[in-house]
């Protein structure tokens, strides 16, 4: 077996070899501009867009028109939430109450900054805090709702725990008060059946690096019918995308993203039951044989792949050397880099310390049986080895309740 294991296909995930060969021509032969209306190189390029945009649209039960290519997800987000509540602002800038906005505390930077942000140009905003089950129900959507409620922003899964949004539900109590609905599915989109005419979804995003496509692109639905949503522009120049995202097409990767689209619409069920598999395996095994552990978020409301488990009497950063042959994550691949504990577990309720001892483990299209053994018998004996040096750990074996000890101050 080839070490280190990649356990972290939730921070990014390897290129399919099938998306990499389908993107090969268009770096050298097929290399035009979209923009080029009058030669095949720009004819070429224009069609292999185009079906790109179709085998998108058809992953998530949309209308071809209805896709914007951008930079990734953070940029699907930005231009979502900053571009709908320009558009839809019910007074002009540099004034106050310009409309309300809802989001979770627990949702991606990515959703999180631009929604500060408009906050400090006169919206306001309402962050729901999760139960410890990480979820975030409609119900909870609905009693933030106001009459000045123009968006309403919440991921379908989370990144760093795995589960799962009601987001049917708060699309159908969004759609019935005309509260447009956005939401980042970077991490749901390609494992998971979507249709955003069923869930009344009016703005997606996603990204090709989480569905084995490369990385610097992505897309942002935008519903044109029942309501045709329109947003302000947030980087002008060229004009493409319909006006919504200037900037030339970047051709490589949106043939990457198609075809790793098309790739999620064929295996996504097959790979997904499998994946399940492993992922309960994994989870089952440590929290049945390792003490005080325990599996964050909601046990049944999460996507096939992700876990995130918190182990009890073992020090964060000497967990992460003891398993340093399992890539995998201690947080948010996107704040790991800050020794914070990770705000969504925070946000759970889950304690400073229990949060810093925890893992992400997310497997992949690519993740063997005999991977997630190994993975297993690591993450064992690196628990055990360092509880072995753990005097609290002593103590909790002896039946001291470590939470009532008044520790002397000096
Ligand atoms: N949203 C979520 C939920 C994510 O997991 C990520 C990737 N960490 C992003 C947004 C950002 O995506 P991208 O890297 O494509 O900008």
């Not at 805090?129 to 129900?137: C, K, L, N, S, T």
């Not at 889950?350 to 018998?377: N, P, Q, W």
Request: with cysteine.
């Amino acid at each position: 077996m080839k070490l280190p294991i990649y356990m972290d296909n939730a921070a990014t995930s390897p290129c399919d070899p099938r998306v990499v060969e389908a993107m090969l021509p268009y770096f050298t032969e097929k290399f035009g501009n979209a923009g080029s209306r009058n030669h095949s190189f720009g004819w070429a390029a224009e069609e292999a867009i185009d079906i790109a945009r179709n085998q998108i649209a058809s992953l998530i039960g949309a209308n071809s028109k209805e896709i914007i290519f951008t930079s990734g997800a953070t940029e699907a987000n930005n231009l979502a939430i900053k571009g709908a509540a320009e558009m839809y602002a019910k007074k002009p800038a540099g004034e106050t109450g310009r409309g309300h906005i809802i989001t979770a505390q627990h949702e991606h930077k990515a959703v999180l900054d631009p929604v500060h942000r408009l906050k400090k140009m006169g919206f306001d905003v309402t962050l729901i805090a999760p139960g410890e089950d990480g979820v975030i129900y409609a119900s909870m959507v609905e009693k933030e709702l106001r009459e000045d409620t123009i968006l309403v922003s919440i991921m379908w899964a989370n990144n760093e725990i795995g589960t799962i949004n009601e987001i049917p539900k708060i699309g159908k109590l969004c759609k019935a008060r005309n509260i447009i609905v956005h939401t980042d599915a970077t991490q749901w989109v390609g494992k998971m059946p979507t249709d955003v005419e069923r869930d009344n979804i009016d703005l997606l995003s996603m990204s090709a690096h989480k569905i084995y496509g490369p990385k610097g692109v992505g897309a942002l639905y935008v519903r044109r019918r029942r309501p045709r949503v329109r947003l302000v522009a947030q980087l002008e120049g060229g004009g493409q995308e319909r006006g919504y995202r200037s900037g030339t097409h970047n051709i490589t990767g949106i043939v990457g993203l198609g075809k790793a689209a098309e790739l999620c619409s064929q295996e996504m069920d097959q790979e997904g039951a499998r994946l399940v598999k492993l992922r309960k395996k994994l989870e089952d095994t440590l929290e049945s044989r390792l003490e005080v552990s325990q599996v964050n978020g909601h046990r049944d409301r999460r996507l096939p792949h992700l876990t995130n488990i918190s182990f009890g009497f073992v020090e964060g950063e000497g967990l992460m050397m003891a398993v340093k042959d399992i890539a995998c994550s201690s947080g948010s691949a996107c704040t790991s880099a800050s020794l914070e504990p990770s705000y969504v577990l925070k946000a759970l309720g889950i304690g400073d310390e229990l949060a810093h001892s925890s893992l992400r483990l997310s497997l992949g299209r690519f993740t063997k049986e005999e991977e997630v053994d190994y993975a297993i018998d690591n993450i064992m004996t690196g628990v055990e080895k360092l509880r072995t040096m753990s005097p609290l750990y002593d103590m909790h074996k002896e039946g001291i309740d470590i939470s009532q000890i008044e520790w002397a101050a000096h």
